[in-house]
């Protein structure tokens, strides 16, 4: 096994766009010496927990939590990352070579909505980084973990209008599309995106006016609201 170190302004970078506060739970997939989930509790005060599956390593970063003064706070486990249980991450950080990234990548789509994911040198396939993170010397790519939101709705309270509202979603990872029909009228949605939960697009009501709804998605419900103007209506969804 080679291992190779991420460098220190790589971390920084990797857990600044992460926007990692107090409050989260960082995971280091393949943490090595420890230094990601060190940094993390360091200068975040969050928990961190580093997977290292060389008994060598997980010993050495177990250490280096310690002479850092955060063994309180991180976490080391010698272990299998296919075979532990991360799923309470809200951050994951990992240096893993391509096709085991790939191997991750259907159990980390699964995970929560809003989750982050930083990754140093390489992609996950075609799922493509929502931001490229670049150093000098060393690049890293982060995605937000998006809810799905395919398939067909059905809207209250849209428009004001006691017409029926569908709205369709086509979803690649957190690339959406699709129509929404208010009545017997069908039009592309404007601007479509999804960020975790967080499902946002706009479309033209009747007379011409520029909607704008935010929703948040849990499961098979949404609710939310639209703007038109200065005035602002409730919605909520559910998915047949």
Known sequence: MIWVPTNDELVNKMLETAKVTSSDIVYDLGAGDGKIPIAAARKYGVRAVGIEYNPDMAALATRNAKRAGVADKVKIINGDIFKE???????ITLYLLPDLNLKLRPTILKMKPGTRVVS??????D??????IDTPFARAYYWVVPANVAGTWQLENIDEQKAKTTLKIEQRYQKIGGTITVGNKTQPRL???????????????E???ILNVKASVKGNELSGDYESGIMFSKLKGTRR
């Open 85 to 91: 249980d991360f799923s309470e991450a809200t951050v």
């Open 127 to 132: 799922w493509e980084a929502d931001q490229r």
């Open 207 to 209: 007379k011409g006016n």
């Open 191 to 205: 601007g479509p995106s999804i960020t975790g939960d967080r499902l946002a697009f706009s479309y033209l009501d």
């Open 120 to 125: 140093h040198a390489f992609t996950m396939g």
